[in-house]
């Protein structure tokens, strides 16, 4: 199999069924599959995945009932995903799943890791508030000075890399912080990162995660890696974005 | 088996004659990861259950 998208979900039985439309129409002719990794929410995302997986064997959902949390959810899908490329894509549609035959030709192209970014000419956000674009420059300009990660937008979720890169660091890989992509950059060391733009978009239905606890966490993870970063390899692998490589054909 | 002790289930509806569900358990907290899977007949009631040391992957 070619492409394994997973998805981490918790209280989203409004958005996968529409998430999992947008993945059809935008992979058709393509070898994939859906995973969503659901943290045994309690208004049965899970059953609701399960009730599409009856109709569409592309979709897989997993019920995870401990070891609860974003980036658990993702290595747990990553690890249980059959693809020889997987993509992590949240289900709220805030992650816009048209860019993905992009992301996946950077993969074609060379790229060890290709991430979608809002931060570059193609992409940004819709509907912020001042306050949540400082926030988000603070914790972003925080993650790229203390762990030298040479992304644009290293808190992005939305990511793509190939199984047997992620089999190789998940054993290093803690999964209880908020951005898996950190740990996974950190970790893995890519000789070639590549970006592409993408418009974060406004949520469809649901409550957002975001919280004064996740804030902690994301600072506790960033000070987990940079205390750890010390007996790893420095990441310093080149960024291609892919806007410019695009741009230029 | 017991299943409960299993963090991670998958279950699917199957095509066969007599496996109407197949449940697929996982457990990925140590290094040692375990797989094991249950078929069920329309009645809910176990035809297999099947146990593996370590997820393929």
Not at chain 1, 14 to 31: H, Y
Not at chain 1, 108 to 122: F, H, I, K, S
Not at chain 1, 161 to 174: A, S
Not at chain 1, 218 to 237: D, E, I, S
Request: charged fraction near 25%.
């Amino acid at each position: 199999m070619k492409l394994s998208v997973i998805s981490p979900t918790y209280n989203e039985s409004e958005n996968v069924g529409l998430l999992i439309a947008a993945l059809e129409q935008t992979l058709q002719g393509m070898d994939y599959e859906i995973v969503i990794s659901d943290d045994d929410s309690p208004d049965l995302t899970w059953a609701h995945v399960e009730e599409i997986a009856k109709r569409n064997p592309r979709v897989r959902a997993l019920r995870r009932t401990s070891n609860h949390g974003l980036g658990a959810s993702v290595v747990d899908g990553f690890s249980l995903a059959r693809g020889e490329v997987m993509a992590c894509i949240d289900a709220d549609l805030q992650h816009d799943p048209g860019i993905l035959p992009k992301m996946l030709e950077e993969f074609d192209q060379g790229a060890d890791l290709v991430v979608a970014t809002r931060y570059m000419p193609g992409g940004g956000t819709t509907n912020w508030n001042p306050f949540r674009r400082f926030a988000s420059w603070i914790a972003t300009q925080m993650a790229r000075l203390l762990l030298g990660v040479p992304l644009l937008d290293p808190m992005s979720g939305y990511f793509m890399l190939r199984q047997k890169d992620f089999l190789r660091v998940r054993n290093e890989l803690d999964g209880q912080g908020f951005k898996i992509l950190l740990e996974i950059v950190a970790h893995m060391a890519p000789r070639s990162l590549r970006e592409v733009p993408y418009t974060f978009r406004p949520r469809v239905a649901g409550q957002s995660k975001l919280s004064a606890k996740v804030i902690v966490a994301y600072l506790r993870q960033l000070w987990w890696l940079y205390a750890g970063r010390r007996g790893r390899p420095h990441v310093a692998a080149g960024v291609d974005h892919a806007s410019k490589a695009h741009a230029s054909k | 088996m017991d299943w409960a002790s299993y963090p991670i289930t998958e279950a699917t509806a199957e095509q066969g004659n007599m496996v109407a569900y197949r449940g697929r358990l996982y457990d990925l907290r140590s290094i040692r990861r375990l797989y094991a899977s249950v078929d069920l007949d329309r009645n809910l009631h176990v035809l297999a259950q099947r146990f593996r040391g370590q997820v393929q992957n």
